[in-house]
């Protein structure tokens, strides 16, 4: 019998972490294996112009700082699906660097040979998201498996 292997996209906001609880206390089965996804980004607030004279070790300092951010992030997320009573052995973190996420959750999903991947979504408007892009719809129209985006609410039922 083939292993059943989640790709839970996460990043540090609150629709990230409903949908994590949302999948830990509606999806997640004994023996599925969780692989929670985080894509380190470079702060967005530094300028284009900035990044082209940042020395290697400047980048070096700020993917560090991201590292960092990641560990704190990760352990708040494993508690939380231990909460969800989600065995700690099921979950294991994969930390991806690159420009844009999607592209990284799709890979990261084909890489692992996931069978679904869930993530969640800012619920942008339509306007905004076709000016910036969604993750959550590239993962859709991309991923080889089934997506699951949960909706931000205030409370998972």
Same mark, same amino acid.
């Given at each position: 019998?083939?292993?059943?292997?989640?790709?839970?996209?996460?990043d540090?906001?609150?629709?990230?972490?409903?949908?994590?609880?949302y999948?830990?206390r509606?999806?997640?089965k %004994? =023996?599925?294996? /969780?692989?929670?996804?985080?894509?380190?980004?470079?702060? $967005?607030d @530094?300028?284009?112009?900035?990044k082209?004279?940042?020395?290697?070790?400047?980048?070096?300092?700020?993917?560090?700082?991201?590292?960092?951010?990641?560990?704190?992030?990760?352990d708040?997320?494993k508690?939380?699906?231990?909460?969800?009573?989600?065995?700690?052995?099921?979950?294991?973190?994969?930390d991806?660097?690159?420009?844009? %996420? =999607?592209e990284? /959750?799709?890979?990261?999903?084909?890489?692992?040979?996931? $069978?679904? @991947?869930?993530?969640?979504?800012r619920?942008?408007?339509?306007?905004?998201?076709?000016i910036?892009?969604s993750?959550?719809?590239y993962?859709?129209?991309?991923?080889?498996?089934?997506?699951?985006v949960?909706?931000?609410?205030?409370?998972?039922?």
């Open positions: 019998m083939e292993e059943n292997k989640v790709i839970v996209a996460v540090a906001s609150a629709h990230s972490k409903n949908a994590v609880e999948y830990a509606h999806v997640h %004994p =023996g599925y294996k /969780i692989y929670m996804l985080h894509c380190i980004e470079v702060p $967005t @530094i300028t284009s112009a900035q082209q004279f940042m020395t290697p070790a400047s980048v070096e300092n700020l993917y560090k700082e991201e590292k960092e951010k990641t560990k704190t992030l990760d708040q997320l508690n939380l699906l231990i909460d969800c009573k989600v065995p700690e052995g099921d979950i294991k973190f994969i991806k660097c690159g420009l844009k %996420p =999607g990284i /959750i799709v890979s990261a999903a084909k890489e692992y040979n996931a $069978t679904m @991947i869930a993530m969640g979504t619920g942008m408007g339509k306007i905004r998201r076709t910036l892009g993750v959550s719809d993962v859709v129209h991309h991923a080889h498996c089934p997506v699951l949960c909706r931000y609410a205030d409370k998972v039922n």
